[in-house]
């Protein structure tokens, strides 16, 4: 382990104990890292340690962190969906000043509750391929599902 495993796990552990904090470099010319709150709170520290080794011994690094206990969000489950979905794939030529966010949330609030999961798998730009310049093609992978039965193809087609 370097210096630079003991970032990325203080990094991985921060995200799990203290979500709302931001890893930077230490001040005051000391070597390694702190967590700290937007308020300026230090909530843990990594960086070399001293200790009493042998001169063959490796370098030993190590960091803490403490939970911060009203952040940390319990993870929600819901079971295995019973209904298979249908899956339909939609591209469409977009003027270059149009995200493909704001298509996907049009997708969303048109398609209502049936539309599970909208996802862009594809986006063409340049001349030929039938885009016009100043445009590009956009194209989504979209899941439908009904948690009650089984849609057909014609329940998702008129959506």
Do not use: N
Not at 47 to 70: C, I, K, Y
Not at 137 to 151: I, Q
Request: net charge negative; charged share 25%; proline share 8%.
């Amino acid at each position: 382990m370097d210096l630079w495993d003991l970032k990325h796990h203080f990094e991985l552990a921060v995200d799990v104990a203290a979500p709302s904090c931001v890893v930077q470099p230490a001040t005051g010319g000391a070597v390694g890292w702190v967590a700290a709150q937007r308020t300026g709170e230090v909530v843990g520290e990594a960086g070399p340690l001293e200790a009493d080794a042998p001169v063959w011994a490796a370098s030993l690094f190590g960091f803490e962190v403490r939970l911060l206990v009203g952040s940390v969000e319990l993870a929600t489950y819901r079971p295995l969906p019973l209904q298979p979905p249908v899956e339909r794939d939609l591209a469409l030529v977009l003027p270059a000043g149009v995200t493909a966010a704001a298509v996907a949330d049009v997708l969303r609030r048109t398609a209502g509750p049936l539309l599970e999961r909208v996802d862009v798998f594809d986006e063409y730009r340049g001349p030929g391929g039938g885009v016009p310049a100043g445009h590009r093609s956009v194209a989504w992978h979209c899941t439908f599902r009904d948690p009650t039965r089984t849609l057909r193809d014609r329940d998702v087609d008129e959506v």
